[in-house]
């Protein structure tokens, strides 16, 4: 299993930035998918997730109304649009794939069974 995350870079707050998810070696239509982001010195955070059928999306408090996680099946992508960046939302942005046909969004990172790189979100004042 292969989750490449892209997309990431340097912005200028009030930017926006759109980064994608590319999975491989799974049934990717089956599994809930996650943004987490990991600022430094702080521990890795739930960002956004979406079910495997986009029935049900959840955001974290700070990122309703600025972010938007979608997926498209057929592509084997899931993406996060992050719009109105702000210099807190500096991190490395890492997706993960868990929970085959779970009906809700968990935002705990040990129930995500697979994870990408991380890309790294850079947010200048």
């Known amino acids: 299993v292969q989750l490449q995350a892209s997309g990431g870079g340097l912005v200028q707050a009030g930017g926006s930035l759109r980064l994608s998810c590319a999975a491989s070696g799974l049934t990717f ?3 809930g998918m996650g943004w987490f982001r990991q600022a430094p ?7 956004a997730g979406i079910t495997w059928r986009s029935g049900t999306t959840y955001y974290t408090d700070s ?3 600025q972010f938007t996680i979608s ?17 807190e939302d500096t991190a490395v942005y890492y997706c993960a794939a868990g929970g085959r046909y779970r009906d809700y969004v968990s935002r705990s990172a040990s129930q995500y069974d697979y994870w990408g790189q991380g890309t790294q979100v850079t947010v200048s004042s």
């Open 29 to 31: 239509s089956s599994y």
């Open 41 to 47: 010195g702080k521990e890795r955070e739930f960002v």
């Open 63 to 65: 990122a309703k109304g």
């Open 71 to 87: 997926r498209d099946n057929a592509k084997n992508l899931v993406y996060l649009q992050m719009n109105t960046l702000k210099p």
